[in-house]
C-alpha cells in the first residue's frame, strides 16, 4: 500500500511546508492563488462532468447520496471534529493571524473532498489494489503536494489533517478493490466522474465563496453510482 502512504505524506509536508513560508509569500498571492485554484477545480469538475453517460443515475445518485449525507450530519460531523482538533493542537499548530475557527473548519471541509475524494485518487488506490501498480497516486501525490502548500499559506499546517481522511479513503479503495473493479465498467465509470464533476464544481465555488455548499454531504453519492447505474439498465435498459 505504498500509493495512499505517499499520498498522505505529500499532503502532510505540502502543509507545512506553505505555513513555513506563509510570512515570504506576498500578501497579494495569498489573496490571489485561492480563487484561482477554485477556477481549476470548476474547470476540473466540468471536464468530469461530460464523461457522463445516464444523466437520471447521475442525477439520482447526488439526490439519495445528498439525503444521506444531510440525515447523518456529514458536513456538521466533519467540521465539528475538524474545530476540536484544531483546538486541542493550537498549542503546537496554531492557525494564522486573523482565521477564525469557523474560517478554518470550512475550507478544511472542503478539502477533504479535494483530497478525498477526487477521480484519481479513487482510481489509483483501486489500481494499486488490484495490480500493485501505484503510479497514478504518485502523481496525485505531487499535485496534492502543491495544493497543501497553496492552501497552508493562508489556513496554516493544520490542514495537513487532511491526509487522515484522505489516508483512510484510499485505503478503505484499495482493500475493496478487488470485488469492485470489475464492476466498473466503462458506463459506470463515466456516470461516477459525472457525479464527482459535479462534487468538485461545488467544492470550487465554495472555495471562491460564491456558494457555500455543505460539500462533504455530497460525498454519498458517490458510493450510489454503482448500484443505481445497474438498477437503471436492469429496469429501462
Known sequence: MIGPIVNSVAIIAGAFCGAALARYIPKRLQTGLPPTFALASIAIGVNMLVKGHTVPVVVLSLIFGTA???????????????????????????????????????????????????????????????NGDYQLLLVKAVMDFLTASIFAIG?????????????????????????IMPLMDDIVFGDFSAVGGIIMVAVGLRIAKIMNFSVVNFLPALFLVLPISYLWRHFFG
Open 68 to 130: 444521506i449525507g444531510e440525515l447523518c450530519y456529514f458536513e456538521r460531523s466533519v467540521s465539528n471534529g475538524a474545530t476540536f482538533i484544531q483546538r486541542k493542537l493550537d498549542r503546537f499548530i496554531p492557525l494564522p493571524r486573523g482565521l477564525t475557527q469557523e474560517e478554518f473548519a470550512k475550507q478544511f471541509t472542503a478539502l477533504i473532498v479535494v483530497f478525498g475524494a477526487s477521480g484519481l485518487g479513487v482510481i489509483g488506490a483501486m489500481t494499486e489494489g488490484m
Open 155 to 179: 489556513l496554516g499546517a493544520g490542514i495537513g489533517l487532511t491526509a487522515v481522511v484522505q489516508f483512510s479513503v484510499q485505503a478503505a479503495l484499495f482493500f475493496l478493490a478487488k470485488p
